[in-house]
């Protein structure tokens, strides 16, 4: 198991993140932007877990954090979902430049 | 006698009255204004008492009081003190001469207030508010408890101004609250820097660990960061005071504010500034600020012929005043600029005198208008036909503002020049342009309103009657009692002084 | 002499009872007053008897504490203070008295004798200050009851303004008292005079210092006493009534220039750059006003002039070293001069008019008036064995004596100059033909005739207290006691005094044959030099190049100030306004509403933050 040191985990997370990110500020989709914020927790619990492992202070406190984010991650989602399509329903479209209206 | 929370009743007795006042119906008018005066009168009889028994030898030490209040810090910090912040009251002779005029201007002001047309209700609620908010300010040891009550007091004066003022009223009240709202946080800059530097927000203790060398501080104070930091309290105060080019706020407020307002802004709000300079800016850097010293007098001579100037080509009888006013704080910056006994003492003097005659002049100008509806010069004349006895009155107001001798604005006038000889005879001899160009603007004004042709309109007009009696007799009386016998103020004065002196090293 | 500080209390008692129940007492009043005066008076006087055969007496006690100076407030009664206490009073309680009968049937008597009161106070208040600021402050008073006096008609344009002018003029000198008063202080650590003589004998103060401070002190003089170039408020303070020109624009409020530079006496003698610039002052004074006075037609202008012109006359004697001279010029001076404008009073109030040309021929009509009008001017005019020739001969005396010739030419034309106009006064108002309109003139009530009867006695033998021929017993009391103070008899040649009776003389003749005879043209002079007469007669225009430049100045520094405060101080106001709702407004339209972009702000700004901390090592 040694064979893979933290960096990878690391980079792998990162990778993640960036990706995740990039979606989530670039893309129109609503949908497709919930999905990046997705990508983006999810690296964040990688990270989590890799260090619950291959810490300094090892202990289970980070996966066990890791299962809350998780959890929250998919509360989130379907509040997230939820909203969307309710907004679908009123706007027709889930193009996120349409949806300014908090602005006024 | 027993002076245990002596201070705190006196600060918070208008809440009293406030609580009453929220049980009053709207509708009560009568009621609402009885229950106002009446309210502002413990305070009055509170601050009336700690004078006479300091004058009957009371130690007024005996008036402090303090309470730990909020703790910032771990335990260590709480084990020596540090970073504390506590509730503490008490008064030296300056502040005792402060808090009697206040609880004498408000009282006034209150009796004035009748003059107020509408939502009595609420007026005096906010009225008794700004008194506690101008006596706390005046009372409190403590930077911090001061910047409370400094805050206090806007608040109230904001709304007051803003709701039941004349015509730009929204507009005047938005400049009160921006210019007054910047210097607070100027104030507040520096009291936070005092406060992470020493680890104290106490006046006294600030003092003393400031001005010994070597004293334990939490991290260095150089003495740039303390020139720094007293010209920060300059401008913090000068917006107050007001010193040029910070006064157009105060020219909208006296003309736009009801004259009961006035009173008390011109009489006491504008006095804070000068309080601030004397007890923070004097009391705490004197060495930085005796380098201020050719500054401020330069400053000072600007602000006399400055306002004395503008007054004259007014039209507008309360920008007569208002420009008067600007006028008559260059004094006490003279006096401060001086910085010696008798400047001192005149700038504190100017304070108190200018506190008593600008209220006297606005609430005759509340009268005046209550009866003319107007105070542009050019409509008004004649006024001593029909109102012979508040013409009178007004004539000698703006005698003891023109620093007539026999009344207090001679005395004050004449020690802030006596100190400034002393020091720069030269720029003291440029001042004196001042005084005669004080007497030239308040006659013009003056004469233009009560001398000359009455005009019709005004013939029948009744003069000073019922309650407006109490308010002109009472400042009166004390305008010349303190231009007859000056050592009713300066002998409470000498313990402080002494004590400001001892810092300045003379 | 230990309850003299009494003296000006009564006065004051008076103006406070007025002030509070003269609504009730009405026409009573005037009785207040009198009787407030006449306990002054008498007082006065005890204490002048007192005074002969005792030392000074001074008390004072603390009046203002700074630190450790204590400024104290007391009363001194010396030879002169109690002169001038009595002078005053005496002056007062006979105005008081003939204002009874002139003001009767005036609404506002209560107002008017309360105003007298408060006078009366700050004169007497200021004659027996023993210290400086003391003088300064009654100084200030004494203004102050003058400017309520002269705007008594506050109705009247032309009152309000010369009482504003009055006020603002003399304060114009009075700043110069104030400051000469505080530098003499720091030079040498006390108001009070005798303290401030003994540093100037010890040579504490240096030379240029007591120059400069007795000249400041003289501009305070020069306002109060009307001298050039501060003197034209006092010709306006005429819109008065007539007996408070009688009472302060004669006899005693324009008289304390004269008193103040008399009791610095020593001080202005310890510099003769400061005695030269008061002689000059003095003379100019005197023959610049008698120019004007030759040419008026108001008959209290003229009278006015005439003060101004033997005011000048005092303030001569004084830089000419004549302290005795001075003094006794002043006390001769206010009774012939009271006496006059009480006189001239009679007579407008008998006429309703002020205008010279319009009377004539009183003579027969005032048979009290004219003859007592004659002594006053017979006293002004310096003939023989009336007070003024005694005086005047003393002025003349001593501006030879030290060395002033040129001075004292100037002084002698002003002499022929005030024969000629009082003497064209008098003829033109009492001799000749009366006026068609002048039918219902009578004499006026003895309430009025008898302070003018006690007044023209003095000023006939006023002048015996100090003469050469008889003794200088006046002069001798003046300086007993204090070496500062000079001689009390200057001797001098002979001839001046008969030169001075012969311009005298010869004034009177002229205007004997101008104006009564008639053999002497009329407008000889404003025919032949029209330009000439239309200066003097406009008063060399002094008025209005103080419009043209003072006050214009004034206007224009204040135009000038408002300019900066608008386009300056609120300009400056206005910008940054402007410049927090332009960065507002900027920054309004980053908030787009996008939550991407404001994501994308968000990592940026975080992004940076790294940065600067990978950078810093996160200590700035």
Known sequence: MSSVPVSAFLALALILFCIGLYGALTKRNTVIVLISIELMLNAVNINLVTFSKYGVNPSITGQVFALFAIAVAAAEAAVGLAILIALYRNRRTVNIDEMNQLKN | ?506 | MENAWLIPLFPLVSFLLLLLFGKKLKEASAFVGILATLASLVYSILVLLERLSEPTYKAETVWLTIGDLQLTAGFEVNQLNALMLVIVSLVSFLVHTYSKGYMHGDERIPVFYAYLGLFTFAMLGLVISPNLLQTYIFWELVGVGSFLLIGFYFYKESAKAAAKKAFIMTRIGDVGLLIGMILLFWQTGSFEYDEIFAAVEEGAVSGTMITLTAILIFIGAVGKSGQFPLHTWLPDAMEGPTPVSALIHAATMVAAGVYLVASMFPLFNASETAMLTVAIIGAFTAIFAATIGLVQTDIKRVLAFSTVSQLGYMMLALGSAGYVAGVFHLMTHAFFKALLFLAAGSVIHAVHTQDIEKMGGLWKKLTFTGPLFLIGTLAISGVPLFSGFFSKDEILIAAWAHGNYGLFWLAVIAAFFTAFYMFRLFFMVFSGEARSEMKNVHESPSVMTLPMVVLAVLAVVAGYVNTPWFGSFLGDWLVEGNEALGHGHIAGPGWIMIVATAVSLLGILLAWMMYSKKSISRDWLSSRAPIVYGIVKNKYYIDEIYNQTVVFGAKAISLFLRFIEIFLVEGIVKLTTAAVQALGKTGAKIHSGQVQTYGTIAFVGLAVLMVIFALTGGYL
């Open chain 2, 1 to 506: 006698m027993d002076f245990n929370y002596f201070l705190t009743l006196l600060v918070f007795s208008p809440l009293l009255g406030i609580l009453l006042l929220a049980f009053m119906p709207k509708a009560n008018e009568s009621g609402i204004k009885m229950l106002g005066v009446l309210a502002t009168l413990p305070s009055l009889i509170l601050a009336l008492i700690a004078y006479f028994s300091y004058r009957g030898g009371n130690d007024l030490a005996n008036f402090s009081e303090k309470f730990r209040w909020i703790q910032f810090g771990g335990q260590g910090a709480e084990q020596s003190g540090m970073f504390s912040v506590n509730y503490e009251l008490g008064i030296d002779g300056f502040g005792l001469v402060m808090v009697v005029l206040t609880a004498v201007i408000a009282t006034l002001a209150a009796l004035a207030s009748f003059h107020i047309k509408k939502e009595w209700k609420g007026y005096y609620m906010l009225f008794l508010l700004l008194e506690i908010g101008m006596l706390g300010v005046f009372t409190s040891q403590n930077l911090i408890l001061f910047f409370l009550f400094f805050e206090i007091t806007l608040i109230p004066m904001f709304f007051l101004i803003g709701k039941w003022g004349y015509y730009e009223k929204e507009k005047a009240a938005y400049s009160f609250l921006i210019y007054n709202g910047l210097g607070s946080a100027i104030l507040l800059i520096v009291i936070m820097v005092l406060f992470s530097r020493t680890g104290t927000s106490n006046i006294e203790m600030l003092r003393m660990i400031l001005n010994t060398e070597n004293a334990p501080l939490v991290a260095p104070v150089s003495e740039s960061l303390k020139m720094g930091l007293l010209i920060a309290l300059l401008v913090a105060f000068g917006v107050k005071l007001p010193i040029f080019p910070l006064h157009s706020w105060m020219l909208r407020v006296h003309v736009e504010a009801p004259p009961s307002i006035v009173m008390i802004h011109s009489g006491i709000l504008l006095k804070i500034g000068a309080f601030g300079l004397i007890r923070f800016g004097m009391g705490i850097f004197p060495e930085q600020f005796a380098d201020l010293t050719v500054l401020l007098a330069v400053l000072g001579v600007i602000n006399l012929l400055y306002g004395a100037f503008l007054a004259f080509i007014q039209t507008d009888f309360k920008m007569v005043l208002a420009y008067s006013s600007i006028s008559h704080m260059g004094i006490v910056l003279i006096g401060l600029g001086a910085n010696n006994e008798a400047g001192i003492q005149g700038a504190i003097f100017q304070v108190v005198s200018h506190g008593l005659i600008s209220a006297l002049l606005f609430f005759l100008v509340g009268v005046m208008y209550e009866r003319t509806h107007t105070t542009t010069l050019a409509n008004l004349g004649g006024l001593a036909k029909g109102m012979p006895i508040a013409s009178g009155f007004l004539l000698a107001g703006a005698m003891a503002s023109l620093g007539l001798p026999g009344m207090s604005g001679f005395v004050s006038e004449f020690m802030a020049f006596f100190g400034l000889f002393k020091e720069m005879p030269v720029l003291a001899a440029v001042g004196t342009l001042g005084i005669i160009m004080t007497a030239v603007y308040l006659l013009r004004a003056v004469l233009a309103i009560t001398y000359g042709k009455a005009e019709r309109e005004f013939v029948g007009i009744s003069d000073v009657r019922s309650f407006e009696w109490a308010p002109i007799l009472v400042l009166v009386g004390l305008i010349v009692l303190i231009g007859v016998y000056p050592n009713v103020l300066s002998e409470p004065l000498q313990a402080t002084l002494e004590t400001i002196l001892m810092g300045i090293g003379g």
